[in-house]
C-alpha cells in the first residue's frame, strides 16, 4: 500500500473514531443525572488524536527510516573496490543501484548493481506491508483505547489542549532548527571558501570576477579570479533604493487614503486592485521591466542627453518599487486602521484639522507597524532575482549611478550555483559567502527597524 494511501485510511480512521466518540458523549449527556467533564466535541477529538497522531507519527518514521536504513543494507553488495572508494564514488555507486530500482537501465549493468536493486525492491515490498499493518493497527488501537476512557469524570479537554500545546511547540521548534540549520550550512560553507579567499579581500575587494577558474582551482595562487563583494552589495543597495523611493510614498500616500479619506466603496474597489499587484509573478514584472521600462528609460534618458544602458539599475528599481507597493500600502493601511479613534476624536476635540490629526496623531501611533512593513519591502526588495536578471544585467560594476548596469547578490548567488557545480572551488563557494553576508546584513536591519518600534511602541502604549 502507498504511503498515500495509508495516510488517506489513516485520516478515515481517525474521523471515524471522533465521530463514534462524540456520539457516545452525546448519548451519555443525553441521561439526566449525568454531568460531562467536557464537551462532547472533545471527547471525539481525544478518540480521534489518539487514532491518528500516533499512525502518522510511525508513517513519517517508516517512510524516512527505510531509505536510511535500506541505504546502509545495500553496501553488502558492493564490490570491495567500490567500498574502498571515496564518497562520490560509492553516491554514483548507489545512484547506479536506485537506477535498476526504479527500472533504468544504462547499458549492461554488473550482476552486483542487479543484485542489490533486486534486493531493494524485496526489502521495499515487505517494508510496505509491514508499514501497512503496523500503521493501520496502531491507528485502531489507538482509537479504541481513547474510546474505552470515555467517561464522565474523564478530562478530555485537558488531554486535547496538551496534544494542542505539543503540536505548537513542535512547530515553533521546527522553525527554530530550520532557521538555525540555514544559517549553520551557509556559515561552514562560507568557513571553506575563507581558506581560500582571505576575508579581507572578499570584504573590500572592488572587483567581481569569478569567471576565471585557471588550470589549478582558483584560491591556489594560480588562478586570476577576484571575490570582491562590494560591487554586488552596492548594486543591490542602489536597486533596492530606487526600488523604496517608488514603493515607499506610494504605498504610504495610498494607505492613508484608503485608510482615512476613502469612502468604503472606493476601499472596497482600490485595495484590492492594489493586491492584486503582490500576486504577480515575478518573471512577469521582469519581461515588463526588460521589454517596456528599461527601453523607454533609455530613450528618454538620450531623449535629454543621458548616457543610459540598455540595462539599468533605474528600470530594475522601478518596476520592483511597483512590486512591492501592496506591501507597503496593505499593510500600512491596516495598521492606521487599528489606531484607535479615541486618539482621532481627543485630535479633533483640540481643534485639529483631518492633516493634522493624520500626521501628528495617527501617523506616529502607527509607526511601528508602517516601520514592520517598510522592513518586509526592504526584505523582499533585498532578495529579488529575477527582475534584476533581466532588466539590470548580471555585469558587476561597482558604481553608484542609477544608469548603469549592475548586478546584486542574489542574482550572481544564481549565476554561481546554476548547473553542476564542484563544491570544492572557491567560485561555487563565494555563493554562500555572499548568502552569509546578506543574511548579516538583512538581520542588521530587522534590529534596528525593531529598536524603531520599540521606542514608538513604548510612547503609545
Do not use: C
Request: no cysteine.
Amino acid at each position: 500500500m502507498s504511503i498515500s494511501s495509508l495516510a488517506l485510511y489513516v485520516l478515515v480512521i481517525g474521523m471515524m473514531y471522533f465521530y463514534v466518540g462524540q456520539r457516545t458523549s452525546l448519548e451519555q449527556r443525553a441521561n439526566g443525572d449525568v454531568r460531562l467533564h467536557s464537551l462532547p466535541h472533545y471527547y471525539g477529538l481525544w478518540t480521534g488524536l489518539l487514532s491518528a497522531l500516533p499512525a502518522f507519527i510511525l508513517l513519517v518514521i517508516f517512510a524516512v527510516g527505510d531509505d536510511i536504513v535500506f541505504a546502509q543494507m545495500v553496501k553488502q553488495y558492493y564490490p570491495a573496490a567500490v567500498l574502498e572508494q571515496d564518497v562520490a564514488q560509492q553516491t554514483i555507486a548507489f545512484a547506479r543501484v536506485m537506477n535498476v530500482v526504479d527500472g533504468i537501465r544504462f547499458g549492461n549493468p554488473e550482476q552486483w548493481v542487479l543484485d542489490a536493486g533486486a534486493a531493494w525492491i524485496t526489502w521495499q515490498a515487505t517494508s510496505e506491508m509491514l508499514m501497512s499493518v503496523i500503521v493501520l493497527a496502531v491507528a485502531l488501537g489507538g482509537g479504541l483505547i481513547g474510546y474505552r476512557q470515555i467517561a464522565p469524570d474523564f478530562r478530555s479537554r485537558n488531554g486535547v489542549e496538551r496534544i494542542i500545546l505539543w503540536g505548537l511547540v513542535a512547530s515553533s521548534t521546527v522553525a527554530i532548527l530550520t532557521t538555525v540549520g540555514i544559517v549553520l550550512s551557509v556559515l561552514f560553507e562560507s568557513i571553506r571558501f575563507f581558506q581560500l579567499i582571505p576575508p579581507q579581500d572578499f570584504i573590500l575587494g572592488l572587483e567581481w570576477n569569478p569567471q576565471f577558474e585557471g588550470a589549478e582551482r582558483a584560491g591556489s595562487g594560480n588562478g586570476e579570479a577576484t571575490y570582491g563583494m562590494l560591487p554586488m552589495f552596492v548594486g543591490t543597495l542602489l536597486i533596492s533604493t530606487v526600488a523604496l523611493t517608488v514603493a515607499v510614498p506610494v504605498g504610504l500616500f495610498s494607505a492613508i487614503y484608503l485608510a482615512e479619506y476613502a469612502t468604503p466603496r472606493v476601499r472596497s474597489v482600490v485595495k484590492p486592485l492594489l493586491e492584486i499587484l503582490a500576486g504577480v509573478p515575478t518573471v512577469v514584472y521582469g519581461f515588463f521591466a526588460a521589454l517596456t521600462v528599461a527601453p523607454f528609460v533609455r530613450s528618454a534618458g538620450e531623449a535629454i542627453g543621458l548616457e543610459v544602458a540598455s540595462e539599468s539599475a533605474l528600470a530594475a528599481g522601478l518596476v520592483m518599487g511597483v512590486m512591492i507597493i501592496p506591501f507597503i500600502s496593505s499593510l500600512s493601511d491596516d495598521v492606521i486602521n487599528a489606531v484607535p479613534q479615541s486618539l482621532r476624536d481627543a485630535a479633533y476635540g483640540l481643534g485639529s484639522t483631518k492633516s493634522e490629526t493624520v500626521r501628528q496623531v495617527v501617523l506616529p501611533a502607527a509607526l511601528p507597524g508602517i516601520v514592520a512593513a517598510v522592513i518586509l519591502a526592504v526584505s523582499r526588495a533585498i532578495g529579488e532575482t529575477m527582475i534584476v536578471v533581466m532588466a539590470a544585467g548580471l555585469a558587476a560594476n561597482l558604481s553608484f549611478n542609477p544608469l548603469d548596469a549592475v548586478t546584486t547578490v542574489t542574482s550572481q548567488i544564481v549565476t554561481i550555483l546554476v548547473g553542476d557545480q564542484e563544491f570544492e572551488s572557491a567560485k561555487t563557494l563565494s555563493a554562500f559567502a555572499l548568502a552569509l553576508m546578506l543574511i548579516i546584513i538583512t538581520l542588521a536591519l530587522n534590529f534596528f527597524a525593531l529598536q524603531i518600534v520599540k521606542k514608538y511602541r513604548e510612547q503609545y502604549d
